[in-house]
Each structure stands twice: as C-alpha cells, then as structure tokens.
C-alpha cells in the first residue's frame, strides 16, 4: 500500500495534484483544504495517501494531514459514502471542523455540503460521534483553513496572482454567505473568467 509520498509538486488542478517522486509521476486526487495548504509548484510536497482499489481502477487520494486522513477512513466507512463524497465532505470542512459539527450533532451544518442530506447527517452523527474523539488528534485542531482564507489560498495554489485571488474569494464569500469552501471557489472561478 501507498501510505506517503513525498516529491515535487509538477501540476495543481481543482481536485488533484501530479507529484514528481524520484521520476515517477503520482496523479493524486485531494480535497480543496489539502490543495490550499500544498506549497508552490516546483515545491518539494509531502502527502498522507490511500490507494483506493476498484473492480476497474486504481486511484490514490491525498492529504496534506494524517487527521484529514483518518477522517477520510472514518467517513468512508459509512454506509452510502464513496471516496467522491468523503472528498466533498473534506474540501466543505476540514477535519477538525468535522469531528466538531459530528460530535455536537450538528444536523444543519452538515447538510450544508453538497450530497449530504437529513438521513446521511443523521448517519454520519450516529455511527462517528464516538469515533471522531480518538481517530482525529487535536494536534491539528485550529489549522484548516476557514471561509475566504481556504478559497484564497487554492485560487493562489492554482496560478492566480493574491490579491486577484483575495478579492475574488471575498466576492464569492458575499455572493453565497454559508457556501462550502468547493462551491465558493467554484463561484470565485467563475467570477475570474469574467
């Protein structure tokens, strides 16, 4: 199994990244928190993964943390989440703001990310609450990356100067008050390619 890799960082995309390790290229799939917090291309970058086996494919999923990843194993050990939506789940929130809205019951707030709905929230509170205190440390608790901030940073992560990224994650952020950090750099995007 493939449980770290470490490289330079070749190509950043919305939901993935291409890591030079020793002349072999990873295409790795990561959620948005991850991508804000990977360094500039070129950068040597250091990446938690799980290598996800299917009837027809091979995928490898990153983080920048072993707490998104722990996170990643629980929420996929629901029934009804995939890899897709436990990776919508950690590009909404990252893993400290997880454990929190899943262990104080917070229906509302998790129904705010996209494939989430009342009966999955009520699952994810039910089989995790327990879980989420000893799989995710606190170690981390306090780093991920909140609102504008998170959306800022992956626009700058994918090539666009700051201050163009600040103020189109800020426009985003006014346009949709509540919005994931997914749907608000989609928007912020969008708002670009104006």
Do not use: C, W
């Not at 009966?119 to 327990?130: I, Q």
Request: hydrophobic content about 50%; overall charge neutral; aromatic content about 2%.
């Amino acid at each position: 199994m493939i449980a770290m890799l470490r490289g330079a960082l070749v190509e950043k995309g919305i939901d993935h990244v291409l890591l030079d390790v020793a002349g072999v290229g990873y295409r790795v799939a990561v959620s948005l928190n991850t991508l804000a917090a990977l360094p500039a291309i070129g950068s040597v970058a250091t990446l938690h993964t799980e290598l996800i086996v299917r009837e027809d494919s091979l995928s490898l999923v990153g983080f920048a943390t072993v707490d998104e990843r722990a996170a990643f194993h629980l929420v996929t050990g629901v029934q009804g989440i995939g890899p897709k939506l436990a990776m919508s789940i950690l590009s909404t929130m990252d893993a400290s703001a997880l454990a929190s809205a899943i262990r104080d019951g917070d229906h509302a707030r998790l129904t705010k990310i996209p494939g989430i709905g009342k009966k999955t929230a009520e699952r994810l509170v039910l089989e995790l609450r327990d879980k989420f205190g000893t799989a995710t440390s606190s170690a981390s608790h306090g780093k991920g990356l909140g609102g504008s901030q998170a959306v800022s940073s992956a626009l700058v992560n994918l090539g666009y100067r700051p201050a163009e990224a600040e103020r189109a994650a800020a426009d985003a952020h006014k346009a949709h008050p509540g919005a994931g950090v997914a749907e608000l750099v989609k928007a912020a995007l969008r708002i670009l390619a104006e």
